[in-house]
């Protein structure tokens, strides 16, 4: 674990947070698991599909909100398909196959136990994603964690992508907390750095030990996986 200087108690765990609100894609849900359950149909191009896919979403997140023309994530994430596909030379048809199984990725398998943890320790526990409310109300069931986060946060109350701060500042709004009363985690470094830059605690669970990009802000933590994360909050007193 990599921590940098800030408000941490002599354990070096971050102190004064009363709410942990996660990142959904790609860091609750395995984004990757979509072509993975699909790999016999598409082929051996299921790895570099699963990539470019995944590229060119978070592109146009970036390039809609950059030109002030939202659409929501169901949007993006078809027009994304549907560009890899053709750049692949992939069957169109794989398209519907595709989509249905995006809202019902796998859940990386220790989120279950990090949120009984963090919930049991008295943390609010809370989604704030790109998704729309349908698609993330479908993941969160098929995973059945649904029961284990007090509320989910879309990004199209704010009528941007992230990293726009109208989007964190949805939990501040929602929860009535001062952006240093609330854990931001993600596994995307340009996610994390956004969300520190506006000003809440993050921790960056860097999963595949990527370099760490070159923007504004910083994480608090830099994890590999979920299950560390527990480590980084004390328990809370009652009533606070």
């Not at 993600?186 to 595949?208: E, I, T």
């Amino acid at each position: 674990m990599i921590g940098r200087t800030g408000l941490h108690d002599s354990n070096g765990q971050l102190a004064g947070v009363r709410a942990c609100v996660f990142d959904a894609y790609g860091t609750v849900f395995d984004v990757e698991s979509a072509c993975q359950g699909q790999r016999d149909r598409i082929g051996p191009q299921a790895a570099a599909l699963a990539t470019l896919w995944r590229e060119k979403q978070l592109q146009y997140t970036w390039l809609r909100t950059a030109q002030d023309r939202h659409a929501d994530f169901a949007q993006v994430t078809r027009d994304a398909l549907a560009h890899a596909l053709l750049a692949l030379q992939l069957d169109p048809e794989l398209e519907p196959a595709l989509m249905q199984a995006f809202n019902a990725l796998e859940a990386f398998p220790e989120i279950r136990q990090v949120l009984q943890t963090l919930r049991g320790r008295g943390y609010a526990t809370a989604i704030l994603s790109n998704g729309t409310p349908d698609m993330l109300a479908a993941l969160l069931a098929n995973a059945g964690i649904d029961g284990l986060f007090d509320a989910v946060y879309s990004v199209e109350a704010a009528g941007a992508f992230k990293p726009h701060p109208r989007v964190y500042q949805i939990p501040l709004d929602r929860l009535a907390m001062r952006a240093g009363e609330i854990c931001f985690i993600s596994s995307n470094a340009w996610d994390a750095l956004g969300a520190s830059a506006f000003g809440l605690r993050v921790v960056w669970c860097n999963r595949k030990a990527k370099a760490p990009d070159r923007l504004p802000g910083a994480p608090d933590h830099e994890i590999r996986t979920l299950a560390q994360l527990p480590d980084l909050l004390p328990v809370r007193a009652a009533g606070r």
